[in-house]
């Protein structure tokens, strides 16, 4: 099943992960069920955990601040044609 997230999704999602504890939260337990809550059509097929589900997983989101700081990079990186092949981190840099 091809990952794809609509312009929407995107925002909705960035917007969300830079300024919403709760959703974070939420991210961070269950990416799945949080890009289905925003209206990821996709996400809500749970039978589904083959490409981009089978290593959907956040061990350490990074913050709110970078987040908005990365915003047009990521918002970048989760449009492009290939960004379903490329992964796309979200988390803290491990040191």
């Known amino acids: 099943m091809p990952f794809k997230l609509s312009e929407d999704i995107v925002d909705?999602?960035?917007?969300?992960l830079s300024t919403d504890d709760a959703?974070?939260?939420q991210f961070q337990k269950d990416p799945?069920?949080?890009?289905?809550?925003?209206?990821?059509?996709d996400a809500k097929d749970t039978t589904v955990d083959e490409g981009a589900w089978a290593c959907m997983g956040v061990n350490q989101l990074?913050?709110?601040?970078?987040?908005?700081a990365s915003r047009d990079a990521l918002r970048t990186q989760l449009l492009a044609e290939k960004g379903a092949q490329n992964p796309i981190s979200l988390e803290v840099a491990k040191r």
């Open 12 to 16: 909705t999602l960035l917007d969300k």
């Open 62 to 68: 990074a913050s709110k601040e970078a987040i908005k």
């Open 23 to 25: 959703f974070r939260d």
């Open 32 to 41: 799945r069920q949080a890009l289905a809550s925003v209206g990821h059509v």
